[in-house]
T-cell receptor, first 114, second 117 residues
Framework: DAGITQSPRYKITETGRQVTLMCHQTWSHSYMFWYRQDLGHGLRLIYYSAAADITDKGEVPDGYVVSRSKTENFPLTLESATRSQTSVYFC?????????????FGNGTRLTVT | AQTVTQSQPEMSVQEAETVTLSCTYDTSESDYYLFWYKQPPSRQMILVIRQEAYKQQNATENRFSVNFQKAAKSFSLKISDSQLGDAAMYFCALRNPPMDSNYQLIWGAGTKLIIKP
């Protein structure tokens, strides 16, 4: 089915471990985004990508790494997870290079760092 | 700095009634887009409605409409004939014209909408 898929849906990991959250979209959208959602903060942008091999930092990039070797995939890696990175993570995509394009979101990954 | 404020952490409404969710924002830009997204318990973010700042006419999508007051920097969402399926978190978001390829959306903290049967 067409859409944007995130995996896993839930993840528990220990402090200091590396963890990768996956995001796959079937629309061939140019833009992809990673947000984290914390209570009382709405969504905050971690990283975004304008196209394959082009990524840039958002509002809260520290502790995260992204890559985009293919248009359809945009994985997010926590190199050494910390408790402050416990959050719900959303991947999103946008069809065109325009600020009036809505974002299409995945279902999110709830990450708990113990 | 751009900001989006949703002053109502929680709202409740009787089924079939009308409810209005508030959103105020701050930006120095003259052209921008405003969005309302819905997040049901399934967690997925769903676009409800959007409004371009240059358009004076308020956007409408079926039972959802906005009251856009540009001078007051207010962008409220009205839900008519509320249904149980409208129960969700609602987020207001602002998107400025692109500068340096930064398409960051600025999000409010959200309003939890409860529908009473």
């Amino acid at each position: 089915d067409a859409g944007i898929t995130q995996s896993p849906r839930y993840k528990i990991t220990e402090t200091g471990r590396q963890v990768t959250l996956m995001c796959h979209q079937t629309w061939s959208h140019s833009y992809m985004f990673w947000y984290r959602q914390d209570l009382g903060h709405g969504l905050r942008l971690i990283y975004y990508s304008a196209a394959a091999d082009i990524t840039d930092k958002g509002e809260v990039p520290d502790g995260y790494v992204v890559s985009r070797s293919k248009t359809e995939n945009f994985p997010l890696t926590l190199e050494s997870a910390t408790r402050s990175q416990t959050s719900v993570y959303f991947c999103a995509s946008s069809v065109v290079d325009s600020y009036n394009s809505p974002l299409h979101f995945g279902n999110g990954t709830r990450l708990t760092v113990t | 700095a751009q900001t989006v404020t949703q002053s109502q952490p929680e709202m409740s409404v009787q089924e079939a009634e009308t409810v209005t969710l508030s959103c105020t924002y701050d930006t120095s830009e003259s052209d921008y887009y405003l969005f309302w997204y819905k997040q049901p318990p399934s967690r997925q973010m769903i676009l409800v409605i959007r409004q371009e700042a240059y358009k004076q006419q308020n956007a409408t999508e079926n039972r959802f409409s906005v009251n856009f007051q540009k001078a007051a920097k207010s962008f409220s969402l009205k839900i008519s004939d509320s249904q149980l399926g409208d129960a969700a978190m609602y987020f207001c978001a602002l998107r400025n014209p692109p500068m340096d390829s930064n398409y960051q959306l600025i999000w409010g903290a959200g309003t939890k909408l409860i529908i009473k049967p």
